[in-house]
């Protein structure tokens, strides 16, 4: 199966370069589609260079409309049979596509949803993503360990199928929501996690963990 791989960036000028160099070195079929969302740090300098190389696919917004606007432009021009969202920072690591991606290619499911597995000591990141995941779950039943987590692997027919709403990083609890109100079997799989600090250039903050919470709650009530 091909596998396309989306990235959203904003900003991320010290390590998309990496990141792709990380997922071209995987053995697999894929393509490569940077989504640069208004970087003023050289993001998208970088990532011309490397469409010019062939080396990816690349869309421009000309100012910041979020990730889930991101991810949405993304979709528009993957071709692949299973989708992954890969963030551009190093917190994640693509050597866990293969696990991620054996459940659909196995026919066990059509989602997969990454949770991650601290390397470093718990932060106020990861207990508020704890907080979200607590709420998903009393809201919808769905036991999800880690809502928040980037890596959201689904074949694109379903997510096309999702229609997608959020232009923020709301989109995960948009995506969670409307799989489980559909009653989509979801797998969940462990995947490393390196954490940043908000000097490194962690983007989330206290206003996106309510925008998160009250995003479940439209969710579980309106369409």
Known sequence: MKISIIIPVFNEAKTVKEIINKIEDLDLEKEIIAVDDGSSDGSSEILTQLMDRGRIKFIKHQKNLGKGAAIKSGL???SGDIVIIQDADLETEPGDYH???RPIINKETRAVFGYRTANKPASIYWWGGKLVSLTTELLYGGDIKDVNNG???MTRDLWNSLELKSDHFQICE???AKLLKRKEKIIQVPTQYFPRTK???KKLGFKDGIVSIFTLIKYRFFN
Do not use: D, F, S
């Open 76 to 78: 528009k021009q993957a």
């Open 99 to 101: 696990n991620l991606i």
């Open 151 to 153: 890596y959201k692997v």
């Open 174 to 176: 948009e995506i969670t």
């Open 199 to 201: 000097k490194e250039g």
